[in-house]
């Protein structure tokens, strides 16, 4: 069985430049999360979806980050502009209801 | 609000000794899950061990296992014979109990090296 993908890897941009995620979760898995992880600390929800519907976005910087899940399948994450603090790791997992997550490797953002 | 600690921030354990990583958690609900989570460098976390709160027994997974007291909302994780493949960040997450889906809440994570 496949497991989540993500990409890119790694990213280093420039502050007040944008940049995407994009996640791919395991076939079949209604509900998606998108979490932020900064050095040195535990991974912190941003938004989770259920099928394409949002669930929880409240930690979300609603002026800087979007995501979108079109169809209930793929998800991408966005930030515009950027700043030198969303320098971290961005994970993705996904679990079918109320299963077990499973996480994708994340993608390490570098804001210079 | 649910929060997660762990207050180790590293641990060190020879190799075929035993560790133990602690965690407490802060929550008004009465049903929901404890899990431990383990991320190598590689940076994919993955599924150590997982633990209902309304069981009395304390779950186990081969070599790790797991001592949870609900009335003190401690979970600790207990690895036993530890081996090099165990060296990680290893995070407590919480998750309320829910028909549909809810969050994994997580500490700030124990980085365990293991030595020879």
């Known amino acids: 069985e496949a497991g989540v993908a993500q990409s890119p890897r790694y990213k280093i941009i420039e502050k007040r430049q944008s940049v995407a995620f994009w996640c791919n979760p395991i076939?079949?898995?209604?509900?998606l999360y998108w979490y932020q992880q900064i050095l040195g600390q535990g991974p912190k929800l941003l938004i989770q979806?259920?099928?394409?519907?949002?669930?929880?976005d409240s930690q979300l910087p609603k002026d800087r980050f979007s995501a979108e899940r079109l169809k209930g399948v793929d998800s991408t994450l966005k930030i515009q502009p950027a700043k030198l603090e969303d320098s971290a790791v961005y994970l993705c997992?996904?679990?079918?209801?109320?299963?077990?997550?499973?996480f994708g490797e994340g993608s390490r953002l570098t804001v210079l | 609000a649910q929060t997660v600690t762990q207050s180790q921030p590293e641990m060190s354990v020879q190799e075929a000794e035993t560790v133990t990583l602690s965690c407490t958690y802060d929550t008004s609900e009465s049903d929901y899950y404890l899990f431990w989570y383990k991320q190598p460098p590689s940076r994919q976390m993955i599924l150590v061990i997982r633990q209902e709160a309304y069981k009395q027994q304390n779950a186990t997974e081969n070599r790790f296992s797991v001592n949870f007291q609900k009335a003190a909302k401690s979970f600790s994780l207990k690895i036993s014979d530890s081996q090099l493949g165990d060296a990680a960040m290893y995070f407590c997450?919480?998750?309320?109990?829910?028909?549909?889906?809810?969050?994994?809440?997580f500490g700030t994570g124990t980085r365990l090296q293991v030595t020879l």
């Open positions: 997992a996904s679990s079918l209801l109320a299963g077990e997550l499973f």
């Open positions: 076939s079949g898995h209604a509900t």
């Open positions: 979806f259920q099928n394409n519907g949002v669930v929880d």
């Open positions: 997450a919480y998750r309320r109990w829910s028909g549909t889906a809810s969050k994994l809440t």
